[in-house]
């Protein structure tokens, strides 16, 4: 069992780039995959992009491709998501959470570990 936690939020003006990390103190959180999801006000949960535990599988959602990246450093047990060319539409409290499993997913309700999330507000 991990518990993610989150950092990086914050706000922004359209156009610029935020970084968020996900961390957890456990080791073992380098054998799990990873997902970046995120809640805007009155919105379902969605998520933005998910990583497998060796960081050779990634997954990006079509509203973020090509603006956000996800990766990961196994040494550094810290997973990221970068975000460049913010928009107004990507605030949002964005959380990490984590699974361990054989199969590669996307799904929300396939990732039992969850942070407390962090608020990313960006400005038009």
């Known amino acids: 069992q991990v518990q993610p936690v989150e950092s990086g939020g914050g706000l922004v003006q359209a156009g610029d780039s935020l970084r968020l990390s996900c961390t957890a103190s456990?080791?073992?959180?380098?054998?799990?995959?990873v997902g970046w999801f995120r809640q805007a006000l009155r919105k379902p949960r969605e998520v933005v992009a998910t990583?497998?535990?060796?960081?050779?599988?990634?997954y990006h959602a079509d509203s973020v491709k090509g603006r956000f990246t996800i990766s990961r450093d196994i040494a550094k047990n810290t997973v990221w998501l970068q975000m460049d060319s913010l928009k107004a539409d990507d605030t949002a409290v964005y959380y990490c959470?984590?699974?361990?499993?054989?199969?590669?997913?996307?799904?929300?309700?396939?990732?039992?570990?969850w942070g407390q999330g962090t608020q990313v507000t960006v400005s038009s």
């Open positions: 990583i497998n535990w060796s960081g050779g599988r990634t």
């Open positions: 456990s080791l073992m959180f380098s054998s799990y995959d």
């Open positions: 959470a984590a699974r361990r499993d054989n199969e590669f997913s996307i799904l929300i309700s396939q990732y039992p570990y």
